[in-house]
């Protein structure tokens, strides 16, 4: 556990896997499944182009996304983008003492920070495979963030083990926005989400980027305690969440296309088993986990030879608890895959130390 980390201890927070691509390179650092969203879904997308002259109501997404996660209208906030929701929580509890799980996901440490709160770290150990001990989360901090499945370990946390995590005064936050992007169980239910008809003290997001491929619509969802979402929609600005956004939430609710999103995390599992494999083919040591990307210590300098290579994988680096000898792989077709395997063997086995620094970038 690090209280209040700051000067070089502080990664640059603001890095993301989007900075990591370019021109001629292959993209296996963003977590986006589709390069644009499915045709179905731009028709109905390109049918609001006509209303755009009226401004938006978010009123029947939030119908209808209550619906599909069965809670009441109240417990549900449209959102542009997953990430706005962490500004909106920093912005409601500004003086909350507040815990980070790491690694994970930055934005919610920089929506802490820009409102003067500096957050306690809660570092996972990759040596028990980044797992969740909620006895190590201090028992003074009231906002308290977690991923699941986490960005960028990929490891999924048993809802009952976040379920010790909440107590009477505070708010956990689960960011959940690659849930979608995984297979259901046996009963066809979302294996260890959080959302549930009675929610106190818990907010869940969720982001419809992944799956549906908006990252550049800005369309997601905060479910949780009534009352926790009032105080963030108080800090929403108006018309947050655009006509386009809207249409797609609401269409993304429907029955249909979750089935569809659900066939498709079935495929997603088994190009990640493929992905999988082949690192451990190299005597590389993925990190068990369930989301569309794969963690994985390399070496230090790995990540630049690959990108002078033609490959783009985040860096793991600019991750709390992570450093450069991490790398994280975008889940993509077999094809793809073994393309990327068949230029980091060599990497490994070159020199005398596969932390053999390589080109720059």
Do not use: C
Request: charged share 15%.
């Amino acid at each position: 556990m690090v209280n209040d980390p700051a000067g070089p201890a502080l990664p640059d927070l603001g890095h993301h896997g989007d900075r990591e691509v370019g021109p001629g390179l292959l993209d296996l650092a963003v977590n986006v499944r589709r390069s644009a969203p499915p045709p179905w879904l731009a028709e109905i997308i390109a049918a609001t182009i006509g209303d755009l002259g009226a401004y938006p109501d978010p009123a029947p997404a939030r119908t209808a996304l209550a619906a599909a996660h069965d809670v009441d209208p109240a417990m549900v906030l449209p959102t542009a983008g997953g990430a706005e929701a962490f500004t909106l929580l920093a912005r409601a509890y500004p003086a909350a003492p507040a815990a980070v799980v790491h690694p994970q996901f930055t934005e919610p440490e920089t929506a802490l920070r820009a409102v003067g709160n500096r957050p306690t770290w809660v570092l996972t150990d990759p040596a028990d495979g980044f797992a969740l001990h909620p006895e190590q989360v201090p028992t003074d901090a009231d906002l308290v963030f977690v991923g699941n499945p986490t960005n960028p370990t990929a490891v999924r946390h048993p809802a009952a083990t976040l379920h010790r995590l909440l107590r009477p005064g505070r708010i956990l936050v689960v960011d959940e926005a690659f849930l979608d992007a995984v297979p259901l169980t046996a009963t066809g239910t979302e294996a260890d989400t959080m959302i549930a008809p009675d929610m106190p003290g818990l907010v869940v997001l969720r982001s419809l980027t992944k799956t549906w491929g908006l990252a550049g619509l800005r369309a997601g969802y905060a479910v949780g305690d009534p009352a926790v979402i009032a105080a963030m929609a108080a800090q929403q600005p108006n018309w947050s969440v655009s006509t386009p956004a809207i249409a797609a939430m609401i269409a993304t609710a429907d029955p249909g296309p979750r089935a569809e999103a659900a066939d498709e995390a079935m495929v997603l599992q088994q190009y990640r088993d493929y992905l999988d494999s082949g690192l451990r083919g190299l005597g590389l040591a993925p990190v068990p986990g369930v989301a569309p990307f794969v963690l994985v210590e390399v070496g230090p300098g790995v990540r630049e030879a690959l990108r002078a290579a033609g490959f783009a994988v985040r860096r793991g680096d600019t991750f709390p608890g992570l450093g450069p000898q991490w790398i994280r792989i975008a889940v993509r077709e077999p094809h793809l895959t073994d393309a990327l395997l068949g230029a980091l063997g060599p990497l490994l086995h070159r020199g005398p130390h596969p932390g053999t620094p390589g080109p720059k970038d």
